[in-house]
């Protein structure tokens, strides 16, 4: 049974503490996407890859956050430094180039003190 | 640009009850529509998508029919259970854009 995995599950630190998530796509999927749900601004777009290549990270914050594929198998969320605003469920998803569904992640939940 | 307006929450409905979730959409084009369900702690699932119209998608006892005349998508199950309790987003994608367009969701909750 393939599945996105996310890790952690759960993170909490402090301000200004550096972050980062991690996603592992399911295999063969070409397609990452990385969102941000909270209670306020519900599922946000973050930033999302084709066959590793970013192509729109419009919904993210650009001074603080970035986004990577180092290789096909894993897809990263940096935060530096992080805020207490950061504090959220980070979601990753995968999918297929032109299947248009998205495969959800357990998520990692954030928590900034 | 593209939009979902789905039904505001919460919905509380005794089991075996029967279930509607409203979904409008706005879009160019003709985008595909989707249906994921969200249960506590855990990510979204697509539970049924359609994607032209008159389509039907159906997953679980849940159905949903691809209205373009309507430019709705309204989610439906004839008898609900405890289990069905979750949060429920609608969604669209048009084609050529890998993008999802989410609607806000719908916390649905059955009592025993």
């Known amino acids: 049974d393939a599945r996105v995995t996310q890790t952690p599950r759960h993170k909490v630190t402090e301000m200004g503490q550096e972050v980062t998530m991690r996603c592992q796509p399911i295999?063969?999927?070409?397609?990452v996407f990385w969102y941000r749900q909270t209670m306020m601004q519900g599922l946000e777009l973050l930033a999302y890859?084709?066959?590793?290549?970013?192509?729109?990270d419009s919904g993210m914050p650009k001074d603080r956050f970035s986004a990577e594929m180092p290789d096909a198998t894993l897809a990263t969320l940096k935060i530096q430094p992080s805020e207490p605003r950061d504090s959220a469920v980070y979601f990753c998803a995968s999918g297929l180039d032109g299947a248009y569904e998205q495969y959800f992640g357990p998520g990692t939940r954030l928590t900034v003190t | 640009g593209d939009s979902v307006t789905q039904m505001e929450g919460p919905v509380t409905l005794s089991e075996e009850a029967f279930l509607t979730i409203n979904c409008t959409y706005t879009?160019?084009?003709?985008?595909?529509l989707f249906w994921y369900v969200q249960y506590p702690g855990e990510g979204l699932q697509l539970l049924l998508k359609?994607?032209?119209?008159?389509d039907k998608g159906s997953n679980k006892g849940f159905e949903a029919t691809y209205r373009k005349e309507t430019t709705s998508f309204h989610l439906e199950k004839g008898s609900v259970q405890v289990s069905d309790s979750a949060v429920y987003f609608c969604?669209?994608?048009?084609?050529?854009?890998?993008?999802?367009?989410f609607g806000t969701g719908t916390r649905l909750t059955i009592i025993p």
């Open positions: 295999l063969g999927h070409n397609t």
């Open positions: 879009a160019t084009g003709y985008p595909s």
């Open positions: 359609a994607t032209k119209a008159d």
């Open positions: 890859f084709r066959n590793r290549a970013p192509l729109d």
């Open positions: 969604a669209l994608v048009n084609f050529g854009n890998e993008k999802l367009t």
